[in-house]
């Protein structure tokens, strides 16, 4: 086999075979093969596109590059869920306890945010003391012992998905159904989950910015999980505004405790309880949607979520103190209101817009290895359908600095479209592909 | 500028500006740009196609990234050839010294032998003695005082056309019409031409399978000439069958002898006087096609033709002995007739099958670097729309090896269909683009 001959017949829009992507992945994990044709390969297969067959075999071959936990000795079902990323998103912190309380260990591999997008990681180590880097035993351990464990995944899990990915990032191979796909689900598959729920976000503030794509995102990631033995199911959810009120590491973390505490924001709350249900289904603790609400709706009300919380990060290091006191967390120095420049009815709240903003403000990375500021961000007061006055605030900005305070300001409010005509509130949900 | 905005920019089907393309390859050539970023671009470019404004632009960025030859102090017009390459295409070796024979001095950068094609270097160097690498004091002064000049490309020539040609050949991105385009005329461009007649072939031995991709490599080139104020005229000629009887070094040469001595094959012969003729025209020494073809038909039955390709030969240190006794050529030990099978009409003299059979026989390179046989090769005694007898003989077969001739044997047989209806013979041009 040579590898040219494998890119050319990527460009004549011919299948590969199962074979030919193993042997192709391989060699570029092993060196064998360089990242110039590896480059070529990924645009041709960029602009020319890939089978569902082509992308289980890649999603395979990548989850194989490395170790392959198997939490089955741990857990009777290990299932994991993921996000597809967006902006104010902290699902995962309030959803993990909440699984985990009613009896489903869950134990999860994150990342680190980029761009507009935040990422779990960064809002847990807002926690003095959090510890987000395990080995494979503590992180076994701590899914046996204390049921939940949240952690950064480690360099030997799809070693050629993070190779692959940090050559798509320079040659403009980023945007490809199948191999953003393929990336997702190789990792999910390596770091051992049985079921999968998917949360594939949509809209201005989303990596994929149309339903259309979305769904094509969608229905190809629980084609993957068939094909491979595996279960998923896929929510198609909205990000055209941010989830939630808070967007910004220790505001989001807070706004997780919040959740657990039932004072948290309505949308959010609604979020979470649907996608830990649905972990509860098709993990086969709950025989029904229906069941599956109950159980977690009451769990989170009785407060054996956020005492599951508190047991996991104080597994992993963090200081339960900043935890029960949240004032204590990250601040910013400077805080201020942006108000309504007239009365009407909100028509946009730009995600993107509102995460870029976050990220002038030091709450993320403009690109891998900055350091971030967990004090900063932003409150969002307004969801679009809902009515504001003239000088009512809009949002709240955390900053510290006049010069980020300032531009954010400026990006802020062009974030935002007020209307005199109603329009109705966004769903929170699009669909979801099973 | 960011080179990944650039790959990203041609993904997406958008136009690339002139300074974009100079940047991007200037990067490239100094070793700024990476060859994987340059890979996926290139795949990006096969894929989405360039405009003649992005391809021209392409052109002079390469042509530009090394020496700039000029030739005006020496010729009145700077007048080359290029052949696309093809099997059995030894017109330089009559036409540079035709041409130079009828007033206009001829000096030209030629290239080797890869695949089934041959190259007039390798021909050239059948000849003991012959010196094909020069200086660029050594190619001008010889351009100067003998009228003909034939030489290798030297290193400092369009670095950046080598430097793209070696990384398109390892990731699939050879057959794409702007950037084949844009790398002949860069280095015609670099090695100083004013005005070039382009030989595009046709057929199944050539790289251009079809008359329409042939069409377009054609009128991309002379659209080029144009957008960079030089002159080009494109032949379509063809390629389906050898063009000559000889293929195979010391063979071809020989061929080319007798042409200069005025008893060549008709066909070879007939092409070797209409590129001659047009080089007179675009070189401004004949008012017009007519004029010229009397001109070179007489300079080439008078002998001075002949005469000027000894100069020629002498001036970069062949041995005349063996041009002038050319059974002193390099020879075969082994050869053999191969036989028609049946008696009727010759429909097809594969022309690919010709050339890779002579590889095989060790006259061509399956790839650079290889070393070649310059006695070994293949007479093709018939053409296409010609009887034959049973037991007459299609081929020659020069070989010196009972393995390499059996094999060429099996593949010559291969090459031939021969039917019992009439066909017309093959045309030589297929039309002019100018």
Known sequence: ????????????????????IEWFIRGFTQGDIPDYQVAAWAMA?????????????????????????????????????????????????????????????????SGRGLGFSGGTLDKLESIRGFQANLTTEQFLAQLANVGVVVCGQTADLAPADGKLYALRDVTGTVQSIPLIASSIMSKKIAAGAQAIVLDVKVGL????????EAEQL??????????????????LSDMNQPLGVAVGNALELREAIETLQNR??????????EIASRMLVIGEQSPSMETAYQT?????????AWQKFLDWIEAQGGDLGVVLEPHRLPSSKLRQEILAPESGVIHQVHAEKVGLAAVYLGAGRAKKGDSIDYG????????VGELIQKNEPLFTVHA??????????????EAVIIKEEPIDPLPHFYGVVE
Do not use: W
Not at 46 to 52: E, F, I, Y
Not at 77 to 99: E, F, N, R
Not at 205 to 212: E, N, S
């Open 218 to 235: 969608a229905h190809l990631m629980v084609a993957i999980a068939r094909k491979t033995g595996r279960r998923a199911v896929a929510y």
């Open 264 to 273: 948290g924001p309505q949308d959010f709350e609604a979020h979470c309880l």
């Open 400 to 413: 510290n600095g006049e010069e980020q305070l300032s531009l954010a300001r400026q990006m802020l409010s």
């Open 1 to 20: 086999m040579r590898a040219v001959d494998i890119i050319i017949k990527k460009r004549d829009r011919q299948e590969l075979t199962a074979q030919e």
């Open 205 to 212: 503030g989303a990596f994929m910015k149309t339903l259309a």
């Open 376 to 383: 900063v961000g932003i409150e969002v007061h307004r969801k």
């Open 296 to 304: 977690v709706a009451q769990v989170l009300k009785s407060g054996k």
């Open 45 to 109: 297969v960029l602009l020319n596109g890939m089978t569902d067959e082509e992308t289980t075999a890649l999603t395979l071959a990548m989850a194989r590059s490395g170790e392959m936990l198997d939490l089955r000795s741990v857990v009777p079902i290990a299932v994991d869920k993921h996000s597809t990323g967006g902006v104010g998103d902290k699902t995962t912190l309030v959803v993990a306890p909440l699984v985990a309380a009613c009896g489903l260990p869950v134990g999860k591999m």
